[in-house]
Structure formats: structure tokens, C-alpha cells
């Protein structure tokens, strides 16, 4: 029986945490063999941590004043570190936790929430073909506050200094619109299994091809880790690997199930013919 056992008030000081968390950065920093093991432990134990400074009552044999004061420095601490590393580190590292940060973009402590939201604006940055589609997502929420958070980093986003990355983010909801439209285009009175994209379904996007974002395919959203030892700056979505949308058909199947999908088709920047559920 270990009831008697107590344990040092330090243990529950947040030290350990922050000491964690600052070794496993920098092993992937030397080494990303175990990136994708890594990096969402760092996530989980950041974010998961300030819950632990407000969680006071279940330790009434300890100081409580001291207790509260030294949890707050140290989870100061992991805060600054982790917003030293958003920008240090490769982008490509946090690709591989972006929808780990993007289920906690409300998270509740207004820090940690800035920090998440400039790691994310340096993700679409980085990777705005890619990323747009996620935020765009998090903008069709039913959570308001969600959508604020989303909201706040388009905006950010817009305001870039670079005017090429603005004009990519709006065509990129452009053309996600565009698709909402298609999905919400009343097929009661039409029994026809082709239609015309835009005399039938008055696709809303007004160019013939969109480079701001890739085709989804799943090449498109995977990253080529570079070997151990490998420089680790260079491009992780090379642009010859990125299949963007060339060219919109004007055929449009409308699959024979309730919700009546419809499939659309794509001539992508390869050459190749893709199709696409809406």
C-alpha cells in the first residue's frame, strides 16, 4: 500500500514537462527517423498541460499558491519555446501534426491559441495548395468560434506582404464554392445521369483552370521526409509531384444512389484525367 507515499510538491511543477518537451524537439531536430511518434507527443503534452495548472484542488496537501505560481512560469516557459520552434524549424515538421493543431485551433488560453494559429499560418505559407483545403473546412463549421479562429488566420494570411499568396487564398475558396454550389444544386427535377457543368449545375468558378490548389489526391498531400543526414530545407511538396486543376469538363455524372453525387472530371497540370465526388 503506497498511500503513505507523497509526493515532492515538484513533480507536479510542470518542469518535467517543459525538460520533456525540449528533448524531444531537439532529437527531431538532429534526427526525424521518429517524427511522425514524436512531434504529436510534443502537441499533446503542450496543449494538454494547461489543463494541469488550473487542476489545484486534487492536491490540497501541497502549497497551493506556490504550486499555481510555479505550473504558470513553467507552462510560460513551454509556450515561448514552442513559439521559438514554430518558426525554426522546417514547416514540413508541423505538416505532419496540422491536423492535430487544427482539432485544438479553440483551445482556450488565449497564448496557446496564438501560438497554434501562427504555426498554422506558417504551414499555408509554406504550403497554401495544400492547407487552404483544411481551412476552409474549419470555415464551413458550425462552431463559431471555430470559424472566427479560421476567419483570423485567412485574414492574416491576406494581408501577407507577398500580394501572389493573397489572390491564391481567395481563388482557392473561389473554386471550394464553387463545389459547395454543386453539391447544393437542386437534381429533384432533373432524372437526367449527364449533365452540363455549368448550363445544369452553373458552376460558379469563372477561369478555366486553378493553380491555387492540387487535385486531392493522396500524392498530393503526402511529404517526402528527406533521408537522415539529408539537408533538411528543401522542398518537401515539390512542384513536379503537384497535380493542379488545368482544365474543368463540362460532363457531369450524377450517380444513381439517394444523394446523387455528382462526378465531376478534371484534366490535371500532367496531362492525366482525374474525376471528383461533389
Not at 510534443?42 to 489543463?51: A, N, R
Not at 496540422?98 to 504551414?123: K, M
Not at 512542384?239 to 493542379?244: D, G, I, L, P, Q
Amino acid at each position: 500500500d503506497n498511500k503513505d507515499l507523497k509526493r515532492p510538491e515538484s513533480d507536479f511543477h510542470g518542469f518535467y514537462e517543459l525538460k520533456i518537451i525540449k528533448a524531444y524537439m531537439r532529437a527531431i531536430v538532429f534526427d526525424i527517423d521518429y517524427l511522425f511518434e514524436v512531434l504529436p507527443k510534443v502537441v499533446t503534452i503542450w496543449l494538454d498541460y494547461i489543463k494541469k495548472t488550473e487542476e489545484i484542488i486534487a492536491l490540497k496537501e501541497y502549497n497551493r499558491e506556490n504550486l499555481m505560481f510555479q505550473r504558470k512560469e513553467n507552462y510560460a516557459a513551454i509556450n515561448k519555446f514552442v513559439s521559438a520552434q514554430a518558426t525554426d524549424i522546417p514547416a514540413y515538421y508541423w505538416y505532419t501534426v496540422l491536423s492535430q493543431l487544427i482539432s485544438r485551433i479553440v483551445h482556450g488560453h488565449n497564448d496557446t491559441e496564438q501560438v497554434i494559429l501562427s504555426i498554422i499560418c506558417n504551414c499555408t505559407r509554406a504550403y497554401p495548395e495544400v492547407v487552404l483545403y483544411s481551412l476552409y473546412a474549419q470555415i464551413q463549421s458550425v462552431n463559431s468560434e471555430r470559424v472566427s479562429r479560421a476567419e483570423k488566420i485567412c485574414s492574416t494570411l491576406q494581408r501577407d506582404s507577398a500580394s501572389l499568396l493573397s489572390k491564391q487564398v481567395t481563388s482557392a475558396f473561389q473554386l471550394l464554392e464553387a463545389f459547395k454550389g454543386i453539391c447544393r444544386a437542386d437534381l429533384a427535377r432533373n432524372k437526367r445521369s449527364k449533365l452540363h457543368l455549368w448550363d445544369d449545375l452553373q458552376f460558379s468558378y469563372e477561369k478555366k483552370e486553378c493553380r491555387a490548389l492540387v487535385i486531392p489526391l493522396r500524392i498530393n498531400f503526402q511529404i517526402l521526409l528527406p533521408s537522415s543526414g539529408e539537408h533538411v530545407k528543401r522542398n518537401q511538396f515539390p512542384a513536379e509531384k503537384r497535380v493542379k486543376f488545368l482544365k474543368f469538363e463540362s460532363r457531369v455524372s450524377i450517380l444513381a444512389s439517394m444523394q446523387k453525387p455528382r462526378r465531376l472530371f478534371i484534366i490535371g497540370t500532367d496531362g492525366r484525367r482525374y474525376s471528383l465526388l461533389c
